[in-house]
């Protein structure tokens, strides 16, 4: 089992960056693909981005190409998500996931299939 709690959320403006983090308990996270999604109400969860165990792949939604960068430190069983040039529409729930290692090679790694673990969330609110 692995536990997965999410920090760095808040409000900004337009134009701002936020770093989001993901701190896993119960089981080392190198043996994880792990991945960010993110949802609001009334829609289905959605892929932002995902990191295979050793940040040799990374995967990221058309919508936030250029813009979001995912990272993990193993050692310290966390996982980052740095936004930067937020819009209004990245306003959601951002959610950590973590899945098995197959998730990162299988195509499943923007599925939300592809994962067994979930965090519970952060509320990122991007509005002027």
């Known amino acids: 089992q692995v536990q997965l709690v999410e920090s760095g959320g808040g409000f900004l403006q337009p134009g701002g960056s936020l770093r989001l983090s993901c701190a896993a308990s119960?089981?080392?996270?190198?043996?994880?693909?792990m991945g960010w999604f993110r949802q609001t109400p009334g829609k289905e969860r959605e892929f932002v981005a995902s990191?295979?165990?050793?940040?040799?792949?990374?995967f990221f939604a058309d919508s936030v190409k250029g813009r979001f960068r995912i990272s993990r430190d193993n050692p310290r069983n966390t996982l980052y998500l740095q936004m930067d040039s937020l819009k209004p529409e990245d306003t959601a729930v951002y959610i950590c996931?973590?899945?098995?290692?197959?998730?990162?090679?299988?195509?499943?790694?923007?599925?939300?299939?592809?994962?067994?673990?979930w965090g519970h969330g952060t509320q990122v609110t991007v509005s002027s």
């Open positions: 119960g089981r080392s996270i190198d043996s994880y693909t």
């Open positions: 990191i295979s165990w050793g940040s040799s792949s990374r």
């Open positions: 996931a973590a899945g098995p290692l197959r998730t990162a090679r299988s195509g499943t790694y923007n599925l939300t299939e592809g994962y067994d673990y």
